[in-house]
């Protein structure tokens, strides 16, 4: 018996008639369609999938013709009686008690919905079913000119980018400081300048109050006083695992995820559960939580079908790594394994390295950067990564996901022999790249500061900046010496007297050159480091400061340049 189907529950169905021809194999869904595509929600809502048929996998019909399983569309299981090996089930014909042998519990999660006034407006949808899909397409279809979208994760991303896409005026508001908050801030600045660039008004930082409702279109109201008239509302702030039902039976959760062992077994016996209303372990951290994601759910939906019928040859469900990426317009943002943010909570001490190397060979039509943030530990250990770009984001993402769960170092990236031809790659793949960057950075040979540490460096070091002249003039540090990389050799001793004691901090326009001219300051004896990400990720970090943060005219002594070399 399954609860729940679409991912996790149809996986499990489809594991375990392909195991057992001859097993009763029954799968109870509360909602109309038992196997749907739910990643793709959003595509028709802004009608880049035409038909809703489309986001069908299977069908009960289908899936009866194919694997002959009992698929039992309206079931909704509202109690559940562990001595009894029961479930009691709300079904269109009234209550019934169904017994069963195993039970696996793959119920998902529902759509959070926060404590605020309106709502309840007519005008107003979360994003996690067909029906869904279905009423918001309509609304477009019907002349919806407004759109205010709560939530700034990756379904309301993707909901904004197509209801941009489909005419609409669109608001995307989000309660964290950046969209995409698993994002690390200097590459979510990317994504919301992509946002503006895609016409999406981001309003971050914010939360919304209420929602007030009138009859033509609601105006959804934010703590700042912004009025935002909307003609329809997506709510997509989260979701949270729907186990209720089965916690008051005494399946042990935590935080309303239910707790479950290697294999997916529950604390009740003959029961098990998976997706994404199970406790997780992260793979990097240790931490505990709920990982709602597609891929992490068909593969532990299989894994537990494995553990009920051939519990001998059966393989753990993995710890998770949280693999994901999310298109916003031209661009893509993937990400892997722990943030910055997860990072200490957990108290793991890391470097972080940025990196902006092109998806392919650079001399080839169509180079564009890959915006790279890769974790690490002393040891060289890879903790987690993160890009944003618009080609070869998911391939990087993948090589390193797989990097961190064969339990690589940044050294071994350097080795990695991955595909090189100019137009897919570059003889020095930006993962190879990043793993030479890293393991300079374990032994010793490069160093680094951030973004993060600017205030402290201009006030106790030596700002050098190493680029062009023409390059200097687009905007500088206040206070930096600009000494090319090519000269330094040269004007060494002008560098030392300028620091007159004080640490050199070394900066360039991505953090190659930069780290040139630490070498060369590190050998000279000065106490010397290399800005990670250089003026790239800088400019990023700063965001809507940087025109305040950074000196535009050229310093004394030296001419504004009247072009600027690309």
């Known amino acids: 018996m399954i609860v729940g189907g679409v991912a996790a529950g149809m996986s499990c169905a489809a594991r375990a008639r392909r195991l057992d021809e001859d097993a009763q194999i029954v799968v109870l869904e509360r909602g109309e369609h038992v196997s749907f595509a739910g990643c793709g929600l959003p595509y028709h809502v802004g009608g880049e999938i035409e038909s809703a048929d489309d986001l069908l996998v299977q069908t009960p019909e289908s899936l009866r013709a194919a694997l002959n399983l009992d698929v039992r569309p309206g079931h909704d299981v509202v109690g559940l009686d562990p001595d009894a090996r029961t479930v009691r089930v709300r079904t269109p014909d009234g209550d019934a008690t169904v017994d069963y042998d195993a039970l696996v519990l793959a119920p998902g999660a529902r759509a959070v919905r926060p404590p605020l006034p309106g709502l309840d407006s007519p005008h107003l949808r979360t994003l996690r079913t067909v029906a869904d899909a279905v009423e918001l397409r309509g609304r477009v ?23 941009a896409a489909a005419g609409l005026d669109v608001a995307l508001v989000e309660l964290a400081p950046h969209v995409l908050p698993p994002l690390e801030p200097e590459l979510a600045a990317l994504v919301t300048a992509e946002l503006g660039r895609c016409g999406i008004e981001v309003h971050d930082g914010v939360s919304a109050t209420a929602v007030e409702q009138g009859e033509d279109h609601d105006v959804v109201l934010l703590a700042d006083g912004t009025r935002l008239p909307a003609d329809l ?31 997916g077994r529950t604390s009740v016996p003959g029961v098990w ?8 372990t992260d793979a990097v951290t240790g931490a505990r939580g709920p990982v709602p994601l597609a891929g992490p759910a068909n593969r532990a939906g299989r894994q537990v079908a494995d553990a009920i019928l051939r519990p001998e040859t059966a393989r753990p469900v993995p710890s998770a790594l949280g693999t994901a990426i999310v ?3 031209a661009l893509a943002a993937g990400m892997t394994g722990a943030n910055r943010a997860a990072l200490e909570r957990a108290g793991t001490a890391h470097h972080t390295l940025h990196l902006h190397a092109s998806q392919h060979a650079g001399w080839f039509p169509g180079a564009s950067p890959v915006h790279l943030v890769v974790h690490f530990d002393a040891d060289g250990r890879l903790l987690g990564a993160q890009a944003v770009g618009a080609d070869g984001v998911d391939k990087r993402i993948d090589v390193l996901a797989t990097a961190i769960r064969a339990g690589m170092s940044v050294g071994d990236l350097i080795d990695l022999d991955l595909a090189y031809a100019p ?119 700063l965001g809507a400061q940087a025109a305040d943060r950074l000196v535009t005219e050229a310093p004394a002594g030296q001419d504004v340049p009247s072009s600027v070399p690309a």
């Not at 279809?141 to 209801?163: H, M, N, T, W």
């Not at 997506?234 to 209720?244: C, E, K, W, Y």
Request: aromatic share 4%.
């Open 273 to 280: 559960a998976a997706g994404d209303a199970v406790v997780a």
């Open 141 to 163: 279809d019907a002349g919806a000119r407004r759109a205010v979208v709560l939530g700034g994760g990756f379904i309301g991303l993707e909901a904004s980018e197509q209801l």
């Open 233 to 263: 509302v997506v709510l997509s702030v989260g979701v949270r695992p729907d186990t209720a039902v089965f916690e008051a039976a005494g399946v042990a959760c935590e935080r309303g995820a239910i707790v479950v062992d290697e294999h």
């Open 423 to 541: 137009p897919f790659g570059a003889a020095k793949d930006p993962v190879n790249l990043a793993g030479m960057a890293a393991s300079n950075v374990v032994d010793g040979t490069l160093r680094l500061w951030y973004a993060s540490e600017l205030d402290d460096v201009a006030s106790s070091a030596l700002v050098l900046d190493v680029r062009s002249r023409a390059e200097f003039a687009t905007g500088h540090v206040p206070g930096a010496l600009n000494v090319p990389h090519t000269e330094l050799r040269a004007r060494i001793d002008e560098v030392r007297t300028a620091a007159a004691g004080r640490p050199v901090r070394a900066l360039c326009g991505s953090g190659v050159r930069s780290h040139i001219a630490h070498r060369i300051l590190a050998q000279a004896g000065l106490d010397s480091a290399s800005l990670s990400g250089g003026m790239l990720t800088l400019r990023a970090a």
């Open 327 to 329: 298109r916003v317009g």
